[in-house]
């Protein structure tokens, strides 16, 4: 819940705080991602670099189309709440298919 709530609010920063490329918020999401985990087991560090890899990627791609569709609100808003979920609903259908 916290993952979609910063990435949320990084969506709405890297719109309208500053001109910076969408690459280097994806870069501090994902920092800020494993320093809030605070939990990284060093049997499980490929896991979590992959984790972090795949994680990063979508956020670069969700921050480059949100300024792509910063034209109009609406369509922005959709994308913004719909991209923030995917990760949720796509988690639960894997959980789902390996039970």
Do not use: C, E, H
């Not at 690459?23 to 494993?34: D, P, Q, R, S």
């Not at 896991?47 to 949100?66: E, T």
């Not at 910063?70 to 913004?80: E, P």
């Amino acid at each position: 819940m916290l993952q979609i709530l910063i990435l949320l609010i990084f969506g709405k920063l890297q719109d309208s705080f500053d001109n910076y490329p969408a690459w280097k918020w994806a870069v501090g999401y994902v920092l800020l991602n494993v320093i809030l985990s605070r939990v990284i087991d060093i049997s499980a560090l490929p896991v979590s670099i992959i984790s972090s890899a795949i994680l990063g990627l979508y956020a670069w791609g969700y921050f480059v189309l949100l300024r792509r569709v910063s034209d109009s609100l609406l369509l922005w808003l959709v994308i913004l709440l719909v991209g923030a979920l995917l990760p949720i609903v796509a988690a639960i259908n894997v959980v789902q298919d390996l039970t």
